[in-house]
């Protein structure tokens, strides 16, 4: 069975800290994602790795980067929260370029940044 | 930017009835595909229809594609309780070194018992 986890259900930091997001999946799949999800706008990409140690920038990376060290793990960091990166964090992964592109989800993290 | 715009925004029905939803997006695309989102989760992949396909069933639902419209429908036939959830469609591109995918901002769909 596909499985997508994710280190936190919930999190709230203070503005300044930094945040660690972690993202794993069980699926040996090569894409992963992280996207931020907010009322009214939708999920959008902050940045997403086709492979390990490769990463690029998704709609919104400004505030974030992230880490493939493994081909399974993907986290994103928060280098200073703000409040304004208050939101929900999905990750997602899927299997490779040329496949059916269908994205699987982990449950998300609601992140509150005060 | 949104590739994908649902409409409408909230759709409130009663058990037993049919559910629609839109959605239209403005580039070329590869696929369109349709997620759902219960309440706190992460998202669910339900079906993908290919650019060259312009009806797919699974279950109860039916998606349309109308590609000369940049348009697609999700149909879910004879609702539940259950199928209570936000309602996303996604469209699938090249961009940079990977198939992305650009979600709409959702239906919330409300089916009352």
């Known amino acids: 069975d596909v499985k997508v986890t994710q280190s936190s259900r919930y999190l709230v930091k203070r503005t300044g800290e930094k945040v660690f997001l972690e993202c794993v999946q069980d699926m040996d799949h090569e894409n992963m994602f992280w996207y931020r999800q907010d009322p009214g706008l939708g999920l959008r990409l902050i940045y997403f790795?086709?492979?390990?140690?490769?990463?690029e920038k998704g709609d919104i990376p400004e505030g974030y980067s992230v880490s493939r060290e493994k081909k399974e793990r993907f986290s994103l960091i928060l280098e200073s929260a703000s409040t304004n990166q208050t939101s929900m964090y999905l990750c997602?992964?899927?299997?490779?370029?040329?496949?059916?592109?269908?994205?699987?989800f982990g449950p998300g993290t609601r992140l509150l940044v005060l | 930017s949104q590739q994908g715009e649902e409409d409408p925004q909230a759709l409130s029905i009663q058990e037993g009835e049919n559910a629609t939803m839109n959605c239209s997006y403005k580039t070329s695309i590869n696929n369109l595909q349709w997620y759902r989102q219960n309440s706190g989760r992460g998202l669910v992949h339900l079906i993908l229809i290919r650019s060259n396909e312009r009806e797919k069933h699974s279950g109860r639902l039916r998606v349309t594609l109308d590609t000369s419209k940049k348009s697609s429908s999700l149909l879910i036939t004879t609702s539940r309780a259950a199928d209570t959830a936000s309602y996303f469609c996604?469209?699938?591109?090249?961009?940079?070194?990977?198939?992305?995918?650009?979600f709409g901002s959702g239906t919330q769909l409300t089916v009352l018992p």
């Open positions: 996604a469209t699938a591109a090249i961009r940079g070194s990977a198939r992305q995918l650009t």
């Open positions: 997602a992964s899927s299997q490779h370029w040329d496949s059916q592109e269908t994205q699987y």
């Open positions: 790795s086709y492979d390990v140690k490769m990463k």
